[in-house]
């Protein structure tokens, strides 16, 4: 038969059997219909008949990189409000100048935001806004695979809830299956208990998962305990979201006697850890070594343009791993593997992927990037894991391929034409940024 994509003479990043990382020097890759059917040697890949074959030699294969948690639309808002508070970073800025959004503003952010990722590594991202029926359609443009939720508020009442939904409902298996849907409401503290646990009750009904920012700082996890005597993740588990598959954004406000009530619950329950804007705001970060040791997966994300700047998932790596060995005063911990581990398996388990992705596999959905290793930044390579972590960057991906459709190829690219989406969405933005005295599409008292 013949193949959709082949790409040989690479070094193939591989896990072991218990998801240890390793290196396999000139393999071969074939792809049929979106599914990695063998990694094997170049040598037995030679003669492999192709439609499209890439000559990988001084490159690196390895599974796409999986952006856990952003707003994909708010890069239209990237650098707008620096140097804020969180408090006045939403209030004086961001929710006012949300409540201008137009369906067409979310959906050129969500094909720039696309290109973004696609030049980056990532191949699949989880988001959590508004008008997401128009970031479905920008995935489906830009040939990404997505988990995509419609955020909602209770001060909406039970109409956002409702939106929700049916979104969620209508939407998953679309793009040919590259799109995956999830209840979306916002956090503990905009979200009320009843919501909460009507949230849990709708996921179970439809076999739904749920994303929800909570516990994102210690002062929010302090002011929960002040006003309910609960931590936030004390409130979902009360709420019963524990116990259905839960992927929880930031969780730097997570407290050590939160971490027994995680491991009781009965769900998929993971984290997405997002350290650039965690510095940027003074939050401290996820306690990626206490999440791990309990069995919980730690994704890696980026958050928002908004806060974050970037939709650089291989920064977040960089960065988890130099946090990590800071605040634990540890520089054992997190190792250049271990880093590699959450930014490709544990990633895939966040967003409930899986056994799909995050990995090199027979099997697994052809979802993959090649990376470029003889420049001068990265030469010379003694250990390709701390090469890969510490020494690459995102502008080192020179092929990006989701379902074995090539996305980018050397740094070209192919689906998504980023100068009339930037013209486009430039002259909208003055109307979008005007702020609107008094006009939030919510507060934020956390």
């Given at each position: 038969m013949t193949a959709d994509l082949v790409?040989?003479?690479?070094?193939?990043?591989?896990?072991?059997?218990?998801?240890?990382?390793?290196?396999?020097?000139?393999?071969?890759?074939?792809?049929?219909?979106?599914?990695?059917?063998?990694?094997?040697?170049?040598?037995?890949?030679?003669?492999?008949?192709?439609?499209?074959?890439?000559?990988?030699?001084?490159?690196?294969?390895m599974p796409g990189f999986i952006n856990c948690h952003t707003h994909a639309p708010m890069v239209a808002l990237r650098g707008i409000a620096e140097d804020q508070t969180v408090e006045e970073w939403f209030n004086d800025w961001i929710w006012p100048i949300e409540s201008n959004l137009t369906d067409r503003v979310v959906e050129l952010g969500a094909l720039l935001a696309c290109a973004e990722m696609i030049r980056g590594g990532v191949t699949s991202f989880a988001d959590h806004y508004f008008s997401m029926d128009r970031v479905a359609a920008a995935v489906t443009e830009s040939g990404l695979r997505a988990n995509l939720g419609w955020a909602y508020f209770s001060s909406q009442g039970p109409e956002g809830r409702e939106r929700s939904l049916d979104f969620a409902l209508?939407?998953?298996?679309?793009?040919?299956?590259?799109?995956?849907?999830?209840?979306?409401?916002?956090?503990?503290?905009?979200?009320?208990?009843?919501?909460?646990?009507?949230?849990?009750?709708?996921?179970?009904?439809?076999?739904?998962p749920v994303h929800i920012?909570?516990?994102?700082?210690k002062a929010q996890t302090d002011s929960s305990l002040e006003r309910y005597g609960r931590t936030p993740v004390q409130v979902l588990q009360r709420a019963g979201l524990l116990d259905v598959d839960l992927l929880i954004a930031h969780?730097?406000?997570i407290r050590e006697e939160d971490l027994a009530v995680l491991q009781e619950g009965g769900g998929r329950i993971a984290v997405a850890t997002a350290p650039r804007g965690y510095l940027k705001f003074g939050w401290g970060t996820t306690p990626v070594r206490a999440l791990r040791s309990i069995g919980i997966p730690v994704g890696l994300a980026t958050d928002g343009a908004a806060s974050n700047n970037?939709?650089?998932?291989?920064?977040?790596m960089t960065l988890t791993a130099l946090v990590q060995k800071s605040v634990e005063q540890d520089p054992t911990w997190l190792t250049a593997r271990e880093a590699l581990d959450h930014a490709t398996r544990q990633s895939a388990l966040a967003v409930g992927l899986g056994g799909?992705?995050?990995?090199?596999?027979?099997?697994?959905?052809?979802?993959?990037?090649?990376?470029?290793?003889t420049g001068p930044h990265t030469q010379p390579v003694h250990d390709i894991a701390a090469t890969l972590v510490h020494s690459a960057r995102s502008s080192d991906v020179l092929t990006t391929v989701v379902d074995g459709r090539i996305?980018?190829?050397d740094r070209r690219l192919l689906t998504l034409d980023v100068p009339a989406i930037v013209s486009e969405l430039g002259s909208l933005l003055p109307d979008l940024i005007k702020r609107r005295g008094g006009?939030?599409?919510?507060?934020?008292?956390?």
């Open positions: 790409i040989t003479g690479c070094t193939a990043l591989v896990h072991g059997e218990h998801g240890e990382i390793g290196f396999v020097e000139n393999s071969g890759i074939v792809v049929r219909d979106g599914v990695i059917q063998s990694v094997t040697s170049a040598r037995d890949v030679a003669d492999v008949p192709s439609f499209e074959r890439v000559d990988a030699s001084g490159q690196l294969a209508r939407l998953r298996g679309a793009a040919g299956g590259r799109i995956t849907t999830s209840l979306a409401p916002h956090a503990p503290y905009t979200v009320d208990d009843t919501d909460l646990a009507a949230t849990a009750r709708l996921a179970r009904e439809h076999g739904l920012h909570a516990a994102e700082n969780g730097t406000g970037t939709l650089d998932v291989w920064e977040s799909k992705a995050g990995a090199l596999a027979p099997g697994f959905r052809a979802d993959l990037i090649l990376v470029d290793l996305l980018m190829r006009q939030r599409i919510q507060d934020y008292n956390g």
